[in-house]
């Protein structure tokens, strides 16, 4: 009989490289894909000749700010020699694990990909303005805080929308229904307003609609027990056909009067919007910004910080548990998708109301599936949730302004940017989400 | 407090899981409740607990008559539980969790969390119990999860605390460390209600004995009473506790593992990477079985049995070493090649690994074998014959099942691992893999199992059963082999004294040419 003491074999071991680096083929990813943009970075510098104009000023500001004017192709060259730097910085831990520190790896990771892509938006922006076609005339200079807070404004229903699913996946509801809820929190508040005349009222309306939708959730899934992906992908069809039926039915014919909404107007404010370039972004917008601010605050001080937000998240991972020490799941459930649904309704309130000003077919056009999404990619927090929302909002943003300037791009390909994006970043940023366990567990008193 | 149940009858349809039970519990003191899986320990004290209702009978506290509808007209009586299946929170923090429910708030319901940290650091001072208030309860170790449960129903002033199958999930020295705790709250005045069907730890830790069966109390011992005696109780006849076997007449070499090396999973389970300090789980591990005896491997749970057995079944991939069976090599063959070589495996985790739950008990009886003849015909399953196979089976390992059609998670523990031995044992094994082949089973499953194994062994089948419970492996091993971190610390002879292999456990080196003291063996034959 022997004991066998034989020597340990770590070489061997997968995964015993650099702490916090992933193992295998996908350790290469990275530097491949650092690689990859850099070479577009020079590649942009080769084509761009002259000088690219940035410009910092809003429309009609009092006070301006100096454009910024940089060669273009070196700005390009610039951004991708820094990208190849971190591509072979990226590189080293995965060749030769034992000589770089592991010093804060998954920090670095995510700087270095955030840094990156920013680099990359740079020399996209220098080369799109010098390579515009606009009829001979001269180029316009891209507006920096036109694209920021555009960004901004676009993504308010899906900032919106996600923090509902947020409360919804925490109390253990999956939320498919938040394209529904948009959508009907848009219809009603176009009518409402048009019928009113007061926005506030139409706003208010709008919010209910939302909640209505996150009843009828709740109501299926909680106490009839109904599949909650199933259910919501019914809801959206359902809200879908009925709001497309009383479009064409009542307000096409009485458009004047039930589907002509005022819009809520733009409010700066008072010093904060003054500040350069943050203030016209962050502090001069509708009120549906300012509230979307209040209910990330709020809503991602709630869940971490007091009683409902605790017993939320209880429900939501283990309910039998909660059970046992008295919390009442269904209650809670019930309260939780119902209040959750007047945010999502105020996000589409602003399609119609914050935004467009009157009501279209499916005019939601699937950002509740995007805010569906953000919320995963977010890890199912309101912070999160909203970056991801913003991140989005940002790239179709981008999309717009680079066709609306006319560069040298096939409108097709510029509209698949946003989704090009999103895959990259969550792919390299997010990694794997562990959702709440009892999301979409229907929870049943034996 | 004083809890006296009188004559509590709970039906479920035309099962009397309760008939009329009466239990008197007297303060500071441990009162086990004894029986085996289905007496109806757990549905009584779920009664006690308000998650059920009891058809008659009454529950008084202190001389007057209560009534729970909910754990919450439970816990406030004073009553906490420790349920078998913790009910924590797994990425809520031990402060979070011992909160949940009775939350220490400020104005606007704002988390006190700092007052939380405080109680829970008080009391689990107070017991001894060591709990960080802000660990996140999914990254420590049962043991500890289970004082956090203890410290949540004393936060919530628990005077009688029931606590059902407390060391099922428990290694023998984190039992060791609850008696001790359990000790020290008898001793603050709380009464403990401790459920368990193992013999041995209600003698060393209970103050008053209650055997149930079949839903009635049917005795009420002493802790000097004999094993035997609470057996014959529990079971309702006079059970074997030790198998009586042959001495072993070990023959051919047939399974040979040779410095195995299996390495880490390459993600864990929170999605975090592997970090360079992760050690291989089975890291250099050598040792033989022979056809005719059973080798058990002992040792303490998490020191690399699981991937041991997954890794001979090629279940996991294998780094370095090489693993024989009757001279081949099978080190990289996959888990039909191996089924093929004849080995039997009876994993760990029967209701995850042993079973489809779902499927039926004649389907489970055939998971190995169903794409061959008499089962297969072609590309179609021969219904009739798997139908006749399960008859027989059925009757051969005397599973209790409604029928050969019913779901094979719905029976119980020890009818499951009777399913799986009826599929593994047929003709033609060569190997019999075994890992914690009793574990949660009560007496008379145990029993069963053992006699099965032993057969197998008398057969000249080569054993290896893989254990954490002593007991088991003095019962069935005709050569003991200690585990610890991936390696063999030592092999010794079944006779060897359990402080020895206790020793070994804990990584204690082999030391050559050394026996056992002498007087240590025979102390052990005397018990």
């Known amino acids: ?446 | 407090m004083q809890l006296e149940l009188q004559g509590i009858t709970k039906r479920f349809g035309s099962l009397v899981a309760n008939d009329g039970i009466s239990l008197s519990v007297t303060p500071g003191q441990v009162h086990a409740l004894l029986g085996e899986n289905g007496a109806g320990k757990t549905t009584l004290m779920n009664v006690l607990y308000g998650l059920l209702q009891p058809d008659e009978g009454e529950i008084h506290i202190d001389g007057k008559a209560a009534s729970f509808h909910s754990p919450k007209d439970a816990i406030g009586a004073g009553i906490g539980m420790v349920h078998q299946h913790f009910m924590l929170v797994p990425p809520f923090t031990v402060a979070e969790n011992v909160t949940l429910g009775i939350e220490q708030v400020r104005p606007g319901g704002l988390l006190d969390a700092g007052r939380t940290r405080r109680e829970v650091r008080d009391l689990s001072h107070r017991y001894g119990m060591d709990v960080e208030p802000d660990a996140i309860v999914e990254d420590l170790p049962v043991g500890i999860q289970q004082r956090v449960e203890i410290v949540k129903a004393l936060v919530r002033n628990a005077s009688v605390l029931v606590l059902d199958e407390p060391t099922a999930v428990l290694t023998p020295g984190e039992t060791q460390e609850l008696f001790r705790i359990i000790r020290q709250l008898r001793a603050g005045g709380t009464s403990i209600i401790f459920i368990s069907h193992k013999l041995k730890e209600v003698q060393e830790i209970a103050d008053t004995i209650t055997v149930l069966r079949r839903g009635k109390v049917v005795g009420e011992r002493k802790p000097p009473a004999t094993e035997a005696d609470l057996a014959a109780l529990m079971v309702g006849r006079d059970v074997q506790l030790r198998v009586t076997k042959a001495p072993a007449t070990p023959g051919d070499l047939v399974l040979s593992v040779d410095s195995l090396v299996v390495p880490a999973a390459v993600s864990s389970v929170h999605g975090t990477p592997a970090t360079a300090s992760t050690q291989a789980p089975v890291n250099g591990l050598s040792f033989d079985v022979r056809a005719g005896e059973i080798l058990g491997i002992a040792g303490v749970q998490g020191n690399g049995q699981t991937e041991l057995c997954e890794a001979l079944m090629g279940l996991l991939p294998v780094a370095a070493g090489s693993v024989s069976l009757n001279g081949k090599d099978l080190t990289n063959a996959t888990p039909r090649a191996r089924l093929d070589a004849g080995i039997a495996y009876v994993p760990e985790d029967r209701r995850e690994d042993g079973l489809v739950g779902s499927f039926s008990v004649a389907e489970n009886l055939v998971l190995n074998s169903y794409d061959r003849k008499p089962f297969a015909r072609g590309i179609t399953l021969n219904l009739s014959t798997i139908a006749a196979n399960a008859m027989a089976r059925i009757k051969e390992f005397d599973v209790r099942t409604e029928s050969p059609a019913a779901p094979a998670g719905s029976l119980s523990g020890g009818n499951q691992q009777k399913v799986i031995l009826a599929r593994e044992l047929g003709e033609g094994t060569k190997l019999l893999i075994a890992s914690q082949p009793t574990r949660g089973l009560d007496v008379g499953s145990i029993e069963f199992v053992h006699k099965r194994i032993v057969e197998q062994r008398d057969q000249g089948v080569a054993v290896l059963i893989v254990s954490s419970e002593l007991d088991e492996i003095y019962a069935l091993a005709d050569r003991i082999a200690v585990i610890y971190e991936g390696k063999i610390t030592g092999f010794r002879p079944p006779d060897v004294d359990a402080a020895e292999l206790g020793r070994l456990m804990a990584g204690g080196t082999d030391l050559p040419n050394t026996s056992p003291p002498e007087d240590a063996v025979s102390e052990w034959e005397a018990q």
């Not at chain 1, 901004?152 to 923090?163: E, K, V």
């Open chain 1, 1 to 446: 009989m022997t004991t066998t003491a034989s020597p340990r074999l770590p070489d061997l071991l997968p995964g015993d490289g650099s702490a916090g680096a992933p193992g295998g083929a996908r350790r290469f990813a990275m530097p491949a894909t650092f690689l990859v943009f850099g070479l577009v970075d020079i590649l942009l510098g080769a084509r761009s000749h002259g000088s690219a104009t940035l410009s910092f000023t809003p429309q009609f500001a009092k006070v301006t700010i100096p454009n910024l004017t940089i060669p273009a192709d070196g700005t390009c060259y610039l951004c991708g020699a820094l990208t190849l730097l971190l591509a072979v910085a990226a590189l080293l831990p995965a060749v030769a694990p034992r000589a770089v520190p592991s010093l804060g790896n998954r920090l670095w990771r995510r700087v270095a990909i955030g840094v990156v892509l920013f680099l990359f938006v740079i020399a996209l922006l220098a080369w799109s303005d010098v390579s515009q076609s606009s009829s001979g005339s001269e180029a316009i200079p891209i507006n920096i805080v036109n694209l920021l807070s555009g960004s901004l404004n676009q993504s308010i229903p899906i900032m919106l929308g996600a923090i509902t699913g947020v409360i919804c996946s925490r109390s253990g509801v999956i939320n498919i229904a938040i394209e529904g809820q948009l959508l009907l929190g848009a219809f009603c508040a176009a009518i409402a307003t048009s019928a009113t005349g007061s926005l506030w009222v139409g706003l208010v309306c709008g919010a209910l609609a939302g909640s209505l939708v996150g009843s009828l959730l709740a109501v299926f899934a909680i106490a009839y027990i109904v599949d909650q992906v199933v259910l919501g992908v019914v809801l959206n069809g359902l809200i879908l056909g009925l709001t497309g039926y009383l479009y064409n039915s009542i307000l096409v014919p009485y458009g004047d009067t039930l589907n002509s909404p005022a819009t809520f107007n733009l409010w700066k404010i008072p010093g904060l919007g003054d500040i350069p370039i943050l203030g016209p972004v962050f502090f001069d917008s509708t009120v549906f910004l300012y509230i979307t601010y209040i209910v990330l605050a709020f809503v991602s001080f709630a869940l971490f910080r007091t009683r409902w937000g605790l017993r939320t998240r209880a429900i939501g991972e283990h309910p039998v548990a909660a059970d046992t020490v008295g919390i009442q799941v269904l209650a809670l459930r019930y309260r939780n998708v119902i209040l959750a649904g007047l945010i999502a309704g105020i996000g589409g309130a602003y399609f119609t109301i914050g935004s467009v000003g009157s009501f279209g077919i499916n005019m939601s056009s699937g950002e509740g599936y995007i805010a569906l999404a953000a919320m995963i990619f977010g890890r199912y927090t309101p912070w999160g949730a909203v970056l991801a929302a913003l991140l989005f909002g940002f790239t179709t943003q981008l999309q717009s302004i680079l066709s609306s300037i006319n560069v040298p791009i096939q409108s097709n390909l510029l509209l698949l940017t946003p989704y090009v994006v999103t895959i990259i970043v969550v792919a390299g940023l997010v990694g794997k989400v562990r959702g709440p366990k009892a999301e979409g567990v229907p929870y049943v008193k034996s």
